[in-house]
């Protein structure tokens, strides 16, 4: 059996299970999923348990299904680091050998002048922080100066935050270009550019959904590449095409919020197309997971579970749901970092009548290889395929 069409959707950060090498980038012990059900006692996912969720690894209490209705696994991660590109360019079969480079300390001053004679505006920031935070401290001067808010994070991110009444989008979008321009090569080699506009006023402020990232390309080609060579559908959904500039992809579909995310996927999923439907929500980890919020995350987790129900209802048995991660973001972990975990595979087909482990996946990249042996085209470098496990 292969099937017609293949939807995979990333629950941005939803880790399950601190890596054997977790303790070298300071994540011994880090369990995204397990602490959140550890924090939230009354946290309810009906929907993903009867898939399997709690089949993978122990969870809280959680008893496992006898008969979950999906495959079930998980993967490990191979590339150095743990942010999204990495996590989401070694989902499609990539290696990455050399972790982005980080700028915890800000960004050189060098830099920071070359931005600010190119953009005409002055940066006021400059180092890592939190993006709630910094508005609430360079917010009210943002305002007044007109200055940019240049800060970064432990990922590997040059983010520029601005008021949209004082200035605005296309100006900033502008500015994210020139950034991303100017940090193309080494020494300021950074992995995305962001946009990050916002709102309100002092003691109000909020970021907009006109959030914009600017990522540099993946190294190699992916199979969404060779998807796209062989004549499929690559649609993007969220910002699976900022991650891959791109590349690879024969539709993008921006959106604005999980709620969103989720809504557009289920419109998708009722159309026709052959090929893959590739969605990123991202919200669990950008509002819950770098806030350190685990009842914020449980509650988001929750929302997903009972869309849940609605996109199974889209599938034909010739239709295949993937349902996984990027990293982990355990919101009980020290700091705000990500954190380094195994990720969820969920792998559901109506077609699939009596579903089994998946077991523990050497690397993120076997998903990859099992849409390049479904499709029959190129395989990846990296990875192999289950697809004959969930048959």
Known sequence: MTFRRVAV???DSVGIGALPDAGAYGDAGANTLGHIAE??????????????????????????????????????????????MTGHWELMGLKIETPFRTFPNGFPD????????????????????????ILEELGEEQMRSGSWIVYTSADSVFQIAAHEDIIPLDELYSACRTARRLTMHEPYTVGRVIA?????KRGAFVRTPNRHDYAIKPPQPTVLNALQKGGYDVIAVGKINDIFSGEGITRAIPTKSNAHGIDVTVQELAKDFRGLLFTNLVDFDSLYGHRRDPVGYARALEEFDRAVPALLERLGDDD????TADHGNDPVHTGTDHTREYVPLLAFSPAVRSPRSLGVRRTYADLAATIAANFSVTAPAYGDSFLNDIR
């Open 39 to 84: 924090r939230v006692r009354d946290l309810q996912l009906p929907n993903l348990r009867r898939l399997g969720l709690a089949n993978i690894a122990p969870i809280a209490d959680w008893e496992p299904e006898a008969q979950p209705a999906a495959c079930y696994g998980k993967m490990a991660e191979i590339s150095a680091g743990k942010d999204t």
């Open 9 to 11: 959707i990333v629950l």
């Open 320 to 323: 295949l749901l993937v349902i």
């Open 110 to 133: 060098a830099l920071i002048a070359k931005f600010e004679a190119e953009t005409g505006r002055s940066v006021i920031g400059n180092k890592a922080a939190s993006g709630t935070e």
């Open 196 to 200: 990050r506009p916002f709102v309100g």
